[in-house]
């Protein structure tokens, strides 16, 4: 076993899927910024 994996519990895949999932929903849920419309406005 390496050192780094020592006293580590391991996580099964489902609840690592679903804290991704968590996460990734999130950043799909964030506002953009007014600056980032700004900028795409003066681009498009």
């Known amino acids: 076993m390496a050192p780094e994996s020592r ?3 391991r996580t ?3 609840e690592i ?4 999932r968590h996460v990734y ?3 799909l849920n964030e506002d ?3 600056e ?3 900028l ?3 681009l498009g």
């Open 7 to 9: 006293g580590r519990k």
């Open 12 to 14: 099964p895949s489902g």
């Open 17 to 20: 899927g679903s804290a991704l």
């Open 25 to 27: 929903d999130g950043a």
């Open 32 to 34: 953009i910024p007014p």
């Open 36 to 38: 980032m419309l700004d």
């Open 40 to 42: 795409l406005g003066k």
